[in-house]
């Protein structure tokens, strides 16, 4: 079975500095890995994916993450955060027919 | 395109009734899965429906059972409700045969009192 693990269950950062959410994954071949964001009574959006292309992938709201097959890593990543970046974000593996999802992190935002 | 929709966003029920949640997904969108969502547990896969066909299911109890329909729209119910089965229930959607890239709904925030 594949599985997630999400090392920071909260992440503080303060407006305007680099955000990083840790993500390790454990799958016995090439995995389909992505982060999702959940805002505050809402469902999940798709941040960004990686389906063995690309190492680095870029998503949306200017989120990227790098797939390190070396660390069986794939963390999260953002030059600059912004108020509107406070969520939960959740690292997720695909297995045949369903996504496997980890913890979750929260990050908070501070002005 | 519309999104993935679910209905109804908000129930409210009591212990031993059943309930029954609706999802659309995305148009031309085949695959439909469930979740549930706890404090507790976290993000739980339910079932996964593939052209009318569950192609997969989670480790929850019998009183879970899905279905889907042949336009691609999904229920699930819940039967003999209990109080542990509150949670919010999130469906997505995807048009790949494997999980490529799945949409979420919104949710439905099931209460159970």
């Known amino acids: 079975a594949q599985s997630v693990t999400q090392l920071d269950s909260h992440v503080s950062v303060s407006e305007g500095t680099p955000v990083l959410l840790r993500c390790n994954y454990s799958?016995?071949?090439?995995?389909?890995l992505f982060w999702y964001v959940q805002h505050p009574n809402k469902g999940l959006q798709l941040l960004l994916k990686?389906?063995?292309?690309?190492?680095l992938v870029k998503g949306i709201n200017g989120f990227e993450a790098e797939f390190k097959k070396s660390e069986t890593s794939f963390h999260l990543t953002k030059p600059s955060a912004h108020m509107s970046d406070a969520a939960e974000y959740f690292c997720v593996v695909s297995e045949p027919q369903k996504l496997v999802f980890g913890t979750g992190t929260r990050l908070l935002v501070s002005p | 395109k519309a999104g993935v929709t679910q209905t109804p966003r908000y129930l409210i029920k009591t212990r031993g009734q059943q309930v029954t949640l609706s999802c659309s997904p995305i148009?031309?969108?085949?695959?439909v899965s469930w979740y549930q969502q706890t404090p507790g547990q976290g993000l739980q896969f339910l079932f996964e429906?593939?052209?009318?066909?569950?192609?997969n299911k989670g480790n929850f109890p019998g009183r879970f059972s899905g279905r889907q329909f042949s336009n691609s729209r999904s229920e699930m119910n819940v039967s003999t409700l209990e109080l542990g089965d509150s949670a919010l229930y999130l469906c997505?959607?995807?048009?790949?045969?494997?999980?490529?890239?799945?949409?979420f709904g919104q949710g439905t925030r099931l209460t159970v009192v």
């Open positions: 990686y389906t063995s292309a690309a190492t």
């Open positions: 429906y593939f052209s009318e066909t569950q192609r």
């Open positions: 148009s031309g969108h085949r695959s």
């Open positions: 997505a959607s995807s048009n790949h045969r494997e999980l490529t890239e799945a949409f």
């Open positions: 799958s016995s071949y090439s995995p389909s």
